[in-house]
């Protein structure tokens, strides 16, 4: 009995380990197209809560001296005794996520700016008068 109870608590300690975190966000971002094998990924920090966990990752590119890292946090749930992410912090949709600052909550990107040296109309279609357009006041 004491030999099963020690069985599955190294099982679940092995599930529960920094390197299936981060393997299952390689899982992850192999699947979206981006080439692990071409990147420096360095696990920052782990925090599980039962079968889910927050896990925050920085990313390089290999051999770029200098190169200024990209930190992402994702969040994970056990699936199948894997790591599988479910979300990112910043993402839409995901309760608790907190947008990454100048993010667009409402999707969509940011606001078209105007062209230097364009006009830019009201909604009315026609330009605003100048000080210089309007007539000379009159005294009372």
């Not at 380990?17 to 981060?22: C, D, F, G, L, P």
């Not at 920085?58 to 994702?74: D, E, F, N, V």
Request: proline share 9%; with cysteine.
């Amino acid at each position: 009995m004491l030999l099963l109870i020690l069985c599955i608590a190294a099982c679940q300690h092995g599930v529960q380990s920094n390197e299936a975190v981060r393997q299952g966000i390689i899982d992850h971002l192999s699947k979206a197209g981006i080439n692990v094998a071409a990147m420096d990924l360095t696990l920052s920090s782990v925090q599980f809560n039962g079968a889910k966990a927050d896990a925050t990752i920085s990313m390089t590119a290999k051999g770029i001296q200098g190169a200024t890292p990209m930190s992402l946090t994702y969040h994970l749930e056990q699936q199948n005794n894997k790591w599988v992410v479910v979300g990112r912090a910043g993402s839409a949709g995901h309760p608790g996520s907190t947008a990454a600052p100048g993010d667009n909550p409402h999707g969509g990107g940011a606001m078209p700016t105007a062209v230097p040296g364009a006009e830019n109309p009201p909604a009315g279609g026609s330009k605003m008068p100048s000080p210089q357009d309007l007539p000379p006041a009159t005294k009372k």
